[in-house]
Each structure stands twice: as C-alpha cells, then as structure tokens.
C-alpha cells in the first residue's frame, strides 16, 4: 500500500512537468518576447545585407539563378545564402531562435562565398520575396515602408503549430529595413497597401 501511494505521489509531481514540456513557446512570455527580439534583429541584419548587396549589383536582389533565367519562388530560402558571408556574417542569423532550426557548423574557409548548401537551406526560417518573379525585377520599391520581404517562415500560408512563433504571429521586414511584429495567424502578401495582378491571386513568398 506503501509503494502504491508513493507512485502516485510520484505521478502527480510528474504530470505538470510532462505538460509543462509541451507548452508551445508563446505561452513562455518572457522568453517568447526575448526570442521575439532577436528574431527580428536577424531580420534587420539580413534586410541590410540585401540592401547592400543590391546596391553593388545595379539593384538585383540576390538569386542563385543564372542570368536570362526565371527566379523560382521556392528557391528564395537558398537565394538568402549567397548573403553569407560577405553581407551577413553569421550563418544563424537565418534561423529564428523560436523555431527548431539549427544551421550546422560549416568549415571556415577564407574564400567561401558560397550559397546555402542543403543542409543549410533547409534550415533557413525565414520567407523572403522578391515582390515579383522574374529576373528583371531589381532594387527598386514604390512602397518600400510597406512592400514585405523578409518574414518568419510560412509568410505564404496560414500559420499552425509549426510556425516560428506558433500561431501567435511574425516578425516582418519592409524594403526600408525596418521590421514589425504582425499579429495573427492568416497568410501575409508581399505588399497589401499597393496590390498588383499577382499579389492578388497568391503570395510571392519562399516557403520551406
């Protein structure tokens, strides 16, 4: 009788920690926000970078296609890691802390620019658009305190429980560098405010 009561003394102590272990990251506020923060400083590096690398190559963003070809919308993950590392320095500025991705540890070499490797793109957490899908579209933005680049992952579809942040919302990075959290679960568009054809119809936004 003994044995039986102190197991279920034992299972009553246990059980909240088990659930507590299950608790998605958003219901921890404190270090939901912390991780929050540096998601969005990821993407305030990541959005210098590809001001500055377009602003050494006549206003293209980065894409890994070869000139004459289309861009890929869902290549865009990879197209962020030609980036690395003569724009952004760190290859876990691309992963959201909130998320699961990992990069893993990559050789250093003095001359290695280049892009992800599929390892690497597959652990990218960010969406990134080019606001359009071919490959004369360059650096140039009507809207750019508005028109979206750079998002957590999933920008393209409603959020779920594998979102970086859950289904709370993302932190989101406009043309002119500065990033805002956008509450929320539903689906975000390239640039809402000044709407074209295709935006209309579905989002230009890598999805993993």
Same mark, same amino acid.
């Given at each position: 009788?003994?044995?039986?009561?102190?197991?279920?003394?034992?299972?009553?102590?246990?059980?909240?920690?088990?659930?507590?272990?299950?608790?998605?990251?958003?219901?921890?506020?404190?270090?939901?926000?912390?991780?929050?923060?540096?998601?969005?400083?990821?993407?305030?590096?990541?959005?210098?970078?590809?001001?500055?690398?377009?602003?050494?190559?006549?206003?293209?963003?980065?894409?890994?296609?070869?000139?004459?070809?289309?861009?890929?919308?869902? !290549? !865009? !993950?990879?197209?962020?890691?030609?980036?690395?590392?003569?724009?952004?320095?760190?290859?876990?500025?691309?992963?959201?802390?909130?998320?699961? *991705?990992?990069?893993?540890?990559?050789?250093?070499?003095?001359?290695?620019?280049?892009?992800?490797? =599929?390892?690497?793109?597959?652990?990218?957490?960010? =969406?990134?658009?080019? +606001?359009?899908?071919?490959?004369?579209? =360059? %650096?140039?933005?009507?809207?750019?305190?508005?028109?979206?680049?750079?998002? *957590?992952?999933?920008?393209?579809? *409603?959020? *779920?429980?594998?979102?970086?942040?859950?289904?709370?919302?993302?932190?989101?990075?406009?043309?002119?560098?500065?990033?805002? %959290?956008? =509450?929320?679960?539903?689906?975000?568009?390239?640039?809402?405010? +000044?709407?074209?054809?295709?935006?209309?119809?579905?989002?230009?936004?890598?999805?993993?």
């Amino acid at each position: 009788m003994g044995r039986m009561r102190i197991f279920d003394v034992l299972v009553i102590v246990a059980a909240p920690i088990f659930l507590l272990g299950m608790v998605p990251p958003t219901f921890c506020p404190s270090r939901e926000l912390t991780r929050r923060a540096k998601c969005a400083s990821n993407l305030k590096e990541i959005i210098m970078g590809i001001k500055q690398y377009a602003m050494e190559h006549d206003g293209y963003y980065p894409t890994i296609a070869e000139p004459g070809q289309s861009i890929v919308v869902s !290549h !865009h !993950h990879k197209d962020l890691g030609i980036l690395y590392p003569g724009y952004v320095a760190s290859l876990d500025a691309f992963t959201c802390p909130s998320s699961g *991705d990992r990069m893993p540890k990559r050789p250093t070499h003095d001359f290695d620019n280049q892009p992800f490797r =599929a390892a690497e793109a597959a652990q990218c957490s960010y =969406a990134y658009s080019y +606001n359009g899908s071919v490959m004369s579209v =360059a %650096w140039t933005d009507a809207a750019p305190s508005t028109t979206r680049i750079l998002a *957590d992952r999933y920008a393209g579809r *409603d959020l *779920d429980s594998t979102a970086n942040h859950w289904m709370e919302g993302r932190n989101v990075a406009r043309a002119d560098g500065h990033v805002k %959290w956008v =509450a929320g679960k539903m689906k975000l568009y390239t640039d809402p405010d +000044n709407p074209d054809s295709k935006i209309n119809t579905q989002s230009w936004w890598s999805e993993r």
